[in-house]
């Protein structure tokens, strides 16, 4: 089945550690984003690629980093600046970076800071 | 800057009735608006896309409407079931400063059906 896989699960990250959550499609979709959600905000846009080896910021990118050297994998990293990384993360895909197209997404990574 | 409202936030039904959920945004300039459902601790399940040229899609129980130029969308769950129990969220598609298409998500409302 075609679909979007995020891992792990679940995340716990020390202070002041890198961690790296994991985005793997194989929708053959040229689009990939990562999104941020906090308990009662909704999903923020931290980065998206529209197409290999290119990725923007997006509303809320400090702290983070990606890469995009495939078209099936869109790896974030949550680095020691990110001073709140406490939250549940969704990758999602779409068919193209352009309008008119149905947005897919994972089923989330939960990363905690202890 | 573009922002989605979601209203209410919790909505409680008893089981069989109909009910409507409410979506709206403050910029008429968009591609499309979908609705999407999430169940505690998982990500998001696509329901219905919306196009801004149309006025409405239906699958099923479902049915979703759009009025572009007054800036609201509804969710329409007909015959309410316990299974239907989510968290419904709406986002709109729109170009950014950027030139890349972004979507606004709403902050959701929370649905109980009651058996």
């Known amino acids: 089945d075609g679909g979007i896989t995020q891992s792990p699960k679940y995340l716990f990250r020390k202070e002041g550690q890198n961690v790296t959550l994991s985005c793997e499609q194989n929708?053959?979709?040229?689009?990939m984003y990562w999104y941020r959600q906090d308990p009662g905000q909704g999903l923020r846009l931290i980065y998206y690629?529209?197409?290999?080896?290119?990725?923007q910021k997006g509303d809320i990118a400090e702290g983070y980093s990606v890469s995009r050297e495939k078209k099936e994998s869109f790896p974030l990293t949550v680095t020691s600046a990110q001073k709140n990384p406490t939250a549940f993360y969704l990758c999602?895909?779409?068919?193209?970076?352009?309008?008119?197209?149905?947005?897919?997404f994972g089923q989330g990574t939960r990363l905690t800071v202890v | 800057k573009q922002e989605v409202t979601q209203i209410p936030a919790a909505l409680s039904v008893p089981e069989g009735e109909n009910l409507v959920l409410n979506c709206s945004f403050t910029?008429?300039?968009?591609?499309?608006l979908q609705w999407f459902r999430q169940d505690p601790g998982k990500g998001l399940t696509s329901l219905l896309l919306?196009?801004?040229?149309?006025r409405e899609q239906t699958s099923g129980r479902l049915n979703a409407s759009l009025d572009k130029s007054s800036g609201r969308s509804t969710l329409y769950i007909a015959a309410s079931q316990p299974g239907d129990s989510a968290t419904y969220l709406c986002?709109?598609?729109?170009?950014?400063?950027?030139?890349?298409?972004?979507?606004?998500f709403g902050t959701g409302t929370r649905l109980t059906i009651i058996p």
């Open positions: 919306i196009q801004s040229s149309q």
């Open positions: 986002a709109v598609s729109a170009i950014s400063n950027f030139g890349n298409e972004k979507l606004t």
């Open positions: 999602a895909s779409t068919p193209s970076g352009g309008p008119w197209t149905e947005a897919f």
């Open positions: 929708l053959n979709h040229d689009a």
């Open positions: 910029d008429s300039a968009i591609y499309n």
């Open positions: 690629s529209q197409i290999v080896n290119d990725f």
